[in-house]
């Protein structure tokens, strides 16, 4: 049962386009998201023209949805007057809202524009009361959460900020908290997810080795970074109840009949709790079914539960499941076969018998596959109609062995309704109260009120009305003709007759009047959005650059170490800064009151939910340096007056980023590594007082999930301090065969590292001249040995660069990241 915590919850629906908007709107959508122009995070998608996306917001807006376009990735410096430009458009031809993730857009938004409404995107990376504060505090209108959180959590959020939560409840999952993942930038040549264009390559086969070569990946499960899909239909209750006030659908690169068949189910879901309807086992059982015939990699909820085990994975394939609806009793050949051999028997086309457990309907799409020859698979057609439990014939183009799956992948229901729908004049009528009043001479006068907003009011009048000559008009006739709506987008839901006995009227004038009527409350809700003008918007980093003056900095050798010893080896080697992560500084019996006396930096994790701030909160204290990983951690290390630094996995690529962060509690900020070297060149000299640095040496963090990577070897024990697999040096294969090492924390979140580890050493001249001061060498997977020499190589190159000398050349099986090729 839901409470009155969440009034008014909206169903999001996902359009890559204009079919898939119209059939999310004919569905039931109260809200649909959508891209423009190249700054979204689905930039493969069809996306929108002007003229469409105008279009589209006039229908959505006529049938009281809203439209919101994601701006959500990292802005390059160099593109903020055309993210910026293209909000302004999208503003004036009707978008109600905007997904950001970039802080340095969102920032200049709320500066250059602001009554425009702005929510912060999930790559924001957003997990806990803290960082949504902050996000209110900013002026943003909406947070949309991480999807690991639990329904516990997004309580406790809800009720610690009044800002609106937007939460993930159905569709694809991101193996890495979204926001931080450079697995595709640095495997998929420099295809990044923070700019649209992900490659997908957690969707690929996987081997887990260990450091002696062995393969520790379990039978079946070969993607060993592919999460299910998202399904919190029976969960609707609980989500309301925490205060989820908008249901996001994901789905931007998906078919029009994907679209409308989840957003019905959900809708109709939504509405019977929302009414609190009981919702019998059939009725749930049909949209159940309904949901699992859309592509899908089959379900989950363990983030909503609290939990991240093997039962979130799909292991086995990164496909579309669909639903599993029999198995197949055997194949009988489909024509003479006489004198051949048997395997050429099998290769013949065959009728296959089926046994089916779920009904299915004429053309829907039938997938054959037995585990014994998993890659062996075959479609075909559903022939007709056919109630579960029946037994029905295929033609299949070869014979299947019995006892392989038969599962339904496309629905034929789903195309034709969603085709349907796109066929429809107008996608979804508006339901309108409709007075009429009709006093003996005086102007037959309609009126009409939407339904969800009685504010909006369209009237007309017409004919003085006349004592009737033959026949009196009744309430019924009033009702009957005012009724037909027609092609107008509005549908008439209750009536209010104000009628004088006696009077007559044509009904021909009485359907111009209603007509009318109808046009004046189209031209009533579209005023809302039609009268918007152009924003005065000026080039935000040229407007700002001159009131900085850079102060001089004494650059610094930084190492990232994991313990007190490579600590001191770093030293000796000539580092000069050392940085800790805070589980290895509990690990080395250092306390946050000790870390001064230790002269270590901490650094804080790239998550900070709930659950983790009595570990990482204690690591902020007045005055001392402290590098932070998320958004939550900046907030209180400003309130607490802590030096603060970003790092890198808090993406700054434009100097407005830059600017409003260090005007927020930042000290320092450590530059993203997706940054290309004349990127870094064009914002470094825009740093004012910030001091900045960028990784030099290592191998850089590319995944962070709340799932073990070592469950993949089906041999989890559940109890992480225990666990001996921690210990070991794993790595993941990928099918180039890569090696990318795997490291669990305490709390059973995964990191996974690019394998071939960055040398930007050559570099620090041209770093050091763009005003970059601090160089990291990441010792994180480094030993003892590799440790000093690295830092020690990372100290000739900045004397060389400091004595104007060339510094040594890249070391071999070394890359230059991304600083020359950069990222899509």
Known sequence: MTSSRTLNPELLAPAGGPEPFYAALAAGADAIYCGMGSFNARRKANNFTDEAFQAACRAAHLAGSRVYVTVNVVIKDEEMREALALIDRCWQLG??????????????????????????????????????????????????????????????????????????????????????????????????????????????????????????????????????????????????????????????????????????????????????????????????????????????????????????????????????????????????????KPDDKRRRAAWTRLRLDEPVGKGDLLEL????????????????????????????????????????????????????????????????????????????????????????????????????????????????????????????????????????????????????????????????????????????????????????????????VTSREAARLARDAGAVRIYMAVDDLLAAGVSPQGIAREKIIPVLDEVSREVDHERLDPWLASGTPAAVGTISELSLGAERASLVELRSCIPVHNVACMQALGERGANGIWLSPELTLAEIERIAPHRGSLTLGLTVLGAPRVMTSEHCILQVAGACIHDCGRCRLRTRDFKLKNIDGRMLPVRTGLDGRSRLYDGTPIDATPQIPQLLRAGVTRFLVDGTLLDADELSRWVARARRALDAALAGRTPERRMPKTSSGCLFQGVE
């Open 95 to 340: 978008a109600d809202a905007f997904i950001i993730q970039d802080w340095g857009l969102f920032f200049e938004v709320r500066r250059l524009m602001p009554e425009v409404e702005t929510h912060i995107s999930t790559q924001a990376n957003i997990h806990d009361a803290r960082g949504a504060a902050w996000c209110k505090a900013a002026g943003a209108d909406r947070v949309t959460l991480s999807r690991e959180l639990s329904v516990d959590e997004i309580a406790h959020i809800h009720d610690a900020v009044d800002i609106e939560l937007e939460v993930f409840s159905h569709g694809a999952i991101c193996f890495c908290y979204s926001g931080i993942c450079l697995l595709s930038s640095f495997t998929s040549r420099g295809r990044s997810a923070n700019r649209g264009m992900c490659a997908q390559p957690c969707r690929l086969p996987y081997e887990l080795i260990d450091e002696s070569g062995r393969s520790w990946s379990a039978a079946g499960r070969e993607r060993a970074l592919c999460p299910r899909d998202t399904c919190t239909v029976d969960m609707l209750p609980r989500l309301l109840d925490a205060g989820a006030h908008a249901l996001k659908l994901e789905g931007r690169m998906k078919a029009p009949d994907y679209v409308h068949s989840i957003v019905s189910a959900y809708r109709a879901q939504l509405d019977d709790v929302l009414a609190r309807r009981p919702i019998s086992s059939q009725v749930a059982e049909a949209r159940y079914r309904q949901l699992k015939r859309c592509f899908n990699r089959d379900f989950t909820t363990e983030y909503q539960q609290g939990r991240s085990g093997d039962e979130m994975m799909s292991y086995e394939r990164s496909n579309n499941r669909g639903q599993v609806i029999g198995e197949v009793l055997g194949s009988r050949p489909l024509g003479n076969t006489r004198g051949l």
């Open 369 to 560: 596959r037995h585990d014994d020859e998993f890659d062996q698979f075959l479609t075909c057609l559903a022939p007709e109609d056919t109630a579960a439990g029946s037994i029905i014939e295929c033609r299949t183009a070869r014979a299947m062995p019995a006892g392989a799956r038969v599962r339904l992948i496309r629905s034929q229901a789903a195309l034709d309704a969603a085709e349907a729908a796109l066929k429809r004049p107008v996608a979804r009528k508006r339901p309108v109260d409709v007075r009429v009043i009709a006093h003996l001479g005086q102007p037959f006068t309609v009126e009409l009120r939407c339904v969800d907003d009685d504010a909006v009011l369209g009237r007309a009048e017409g004919f003085i009305i006349e004592a009737a000559r033959t026949r009196a008009v009744c309430a019924d006739d009033l009702i009957e003709h005012v009724g037909r709506m027609g092609s107008s987008p509005f549908e008439a839901t209750s009536f209010d007759i104000q009628l004088d006995a006696g009077c007559g009227m044509g009904f021909s004038a009485v359907h111009r009047v209603r007509a009318a009527a109808c046009e004046a409350l189209e031209r009533a809700i579209l005023a809302l959005h039609e009268s918007r003008v152009p924003h005065a918007l000026a080039a935000p980093a040229e407007r700002r650059a001159e009131s900085y003056a850079a102060e001089d900095a004494v650059p610094e050798i930084c190492a990232l």
